[in-house]
């Protein structure tokens, strides 16, 4: 299937997503020739296991990238800055976690499954946000179908999409402790602030999936608005997505549109309580879709509800999806 193998780095390998990279890239059986694990000053000396062997954390530096052909980044968008443009000069193709990269015009921010095609554009590749990731799937596929004026997100966002600090707050407060991360106790109450916020009364978090919405379904001319909640749930982030369609459907006919694309799993039988949730989700790669039904207010709109693991294809399993493309077409 590949043409060769790759020498790999990772940087931020110590953190949840970067952890998550080295599970995705095992699973997935990429096609490794060497791999090296950057990660802060802090990290160095911890031993991470890759394949059944053992490797030593390496503190990120300017020298880190020299015959690297793949990077893999979740370091945050200060380090992205500056070290994927080195890891870029240094010849490797770069694909970046972070929001540091996403709007810019000449940098893709790919979904594999809609639009693996803008890899052209940059040796520099953008991983979307994790919610954006997760409702670009079935958008995508009415889009094709049927075409979309209008897009309304409510997302329920696990607290990993916090990182491993949001993890440890949860149990801080578990154990009657005051958090330092969230505003309030998580374990007690849904927290309606993602991100910091703007001056239009968004979110950052709710106006990237605005944006980036836009960006990976070449669809400037959309109307979307979102609000973004974090909600007492350890992993996998769900959506409620209203659309306003275009053409006339039928709610059979978007279970089958929605079922045939690729990386979606429909589970919508509410009689029987099968729908989309985090216990379904966690540790996996798919995006569940359900709860499908016609808007009572709109008969163009219809409302669904997504969940997808925001580690895995909210993060790192997209990151490395895109690279097995890639390698696949022998274009890393």
């Not at 970046?96 to 790919?110: C, E, T, V, W």
């Amino acid at each position: 299937m590949f043409m060769k193998k790759y020498n790999v780095a990772i940087v931020g390998s110590t953190g949840l997503v970067g952890r998550m990279f080295i599970k995705v890239l095992e699973e997935l059986d990429f096609p490794v020739k060497s791999i090296y694990f950057y990660a802060s000053k802090r990290s160095i000396g911890r031993k991470i296991v890759f394949k059944n062997k053992d490797y030593n954390v390496q503190e990120l530096n300017e020298n880190s990238f020299k015959n690297i052909d793949l990077a893999l980044f979740s370091a945050g968008s200060e380090v992205a800055l500056k070290y994927v443009p080195i890891a870029k000069q240094n010849g490797a193709l770069v694909i970046d976690n972070s929001s540091a990269f996403r709007m810019k015009k000449d940098i893709p921010l790919i979904v594999p499954e809609i639009n693996i095609q803008d890899y052209k554009m940059n040796r520099i590749i953008a991983n979307p946000n994790c919610s954006t990731i997760q409702v670009s799937l079935p958008l995508k596929a009415l889009d094709d179908a049927y075409g979309i004026s209008q897009i309304y997100y409510s997302t329920y966002q696990a607290i990993s999409g916090k990182g491993q600090k949001g993890i440890e707050d949860y149990y801080r407060c578990l154990n009657q402790n005051i958090p330092q991360v969230f505003p309030y106790d998580i374990t007690s109450t849904c927290i309606p602030e993602i991100d910091i916020s703007l001056s239009n009364g968004y979110t950052k978090e709710e106006m990237k999936m605005v944006e980036e919405t836009k960006k990976i379904l070449h669809r400037d001319d959309l109307l979307i608005s979102s609000t973004c909640v974090r909600v007492p749930v350890l992993f996998c982030h769900g959506v409620v997505v209203r659309v306003i369609l275009d053409n006339p459907f039928t709610i059979d006919s978007i279970r089958e549109v929605l079922s045939k694309f690729p990386g979606i799993k429909v589970i919508d039988d509410l009689e029987n309580h099968l729908y989309p949730n985090s216990i379904i989700s966690h540790g996996t790669d798919e995006v569940y879709v359900g709860r499908i039904r016609r808007d009572l207010i709109d008969e163009k709109g219809l409302l669904f509800y997504c969940v997808a693991d925001n580690i895995r294809k909210g993060s790192a399993s997209n990151a490395v999806q895109i690279a097995l493309e890639l390698a696949k077409m022998d274009k890393i």
